[in-house]
T-cell receptor, first 120, second 111 residues
């Protein structure tokens, strides 16, 4: 079955520690995304990648880092510089939408089940 | 910039209709709609790519007014299963490679 796998589902971190959240997809999608979800604020974009070995900052990239060494994998590291890391983190992948002009744009986002990070 | 959604929350009785609105300050390339149930990942409903486009998904449909940079999601004859938080996501014409989500509209359907 194709899909997106995030791990771990729950993670506890002490202040000052870096943690890495895993995201793997077997949908053969080029684009992958990381969103952060806090109550009442919707989903905010942290980083995204359209192709292997390339990624861009989203709206709230400070305190986070990513890598995209393989098409299937897009891990997110929450560093100690992130001041308020407690949140629900969602990884997604997509391809271009059918009917889009010149193959541009973001198609359906397939989300993983999320990782809930709590800082103690 | 995050799109604006209204209302923030709505409570419906089964069988009633609802409209959720989404507006942006930017010229839009596309509008996405997703529904999220508590503790779960968001689930895709539909994408609207062209101004004036309307799409349907069972009893849920949406429209996209490109000139006004607005989209509306219509839920008719609501069912208990429609409860959840609805998010619109927008791609601007200057940045069509990322979807920016609104804050969400909480919808509760009661018997």
């Amino acid at each position: 079955d194709g899909g997106i796998t995030q791990s771990p589902k729950y993670l506890f971190r002490k202040e000052g520690q870096n943690v890495t959240l895993s995201c793997e997809q077997n949908l053969n999608h080029d684009a992958m995304y990381w969103y952060r979800q806090d109550p009442g604020q919707g989903l905010r974009l942290i980083y995204y990648s359209q192709i292997v070995n390339d990624f861009q900052k989203g709206d709230i990239a400070e305190g986070y880092s990513v890598s995209r060494e393989k098409k299937e994998s897009f891990p997110l590291t929450v560093t100690s510089a992130q001041k308020n890391p407690t949140a629900f983190y969602l990884c997604a992948s997509s391809t271009t939408p059918p009917g889009a002009a010149m193959g541009l744009g973001t198609g359906e986002l397939f989300f993983g089940e999320g990782s809930r990070l709590t800082v103690l | 910039q995050q799109p604006v959604q209204s209302p923030q929350a709505v409570i419906l009785r089964e069988g009633e209709d609802a409209v959720i609105n989404c507006s942006s300050s930017k010229a839009l390339y596309s509008v996405h709609w997703y529904r999220q149930k508590h503790g779960e990942a968001p689930v895709f409903l539909m994408i609207l790519l062209k101004g004036g486009e309307q799409k349907g998904h069972e009893k849920i449909s949406a429209s996209f007014n490109e000139k006004k940079q607005q989209s509306s999601l219509y839920l008719t004859a609501s069912q208990l299963s429609y409860s959840g938080t609805y998010f619109c996501g927008t791609e601007s014409k200057t940045s069509y490679d990322k979807v920016i989500f609104g804050p969400g509209t909480s919808l509760s359907v009661i018997p």
